[in-house]
């Protein structure tokens, strides 16, 4: 997944949830990309 690279800097302890709660609502993503 590239999109790995783009929050796996981040908070990589709620990358899980993120990962979660971005795919599903398309928030997290919206916003970042």
Do not use: S
Request: aromatic share 12%; with cysteine; charged share 20%.
């Amino acid at each position: 997944m590239p999109l790995v690279i783009c929050y796996h800097g981040t908070k990589a302890r709620n990358v899980p949830g993120i990962v979660r709660d971005g795919f599903k609502e398309g928030t997290y993503f919206a916003r970042h990309l």
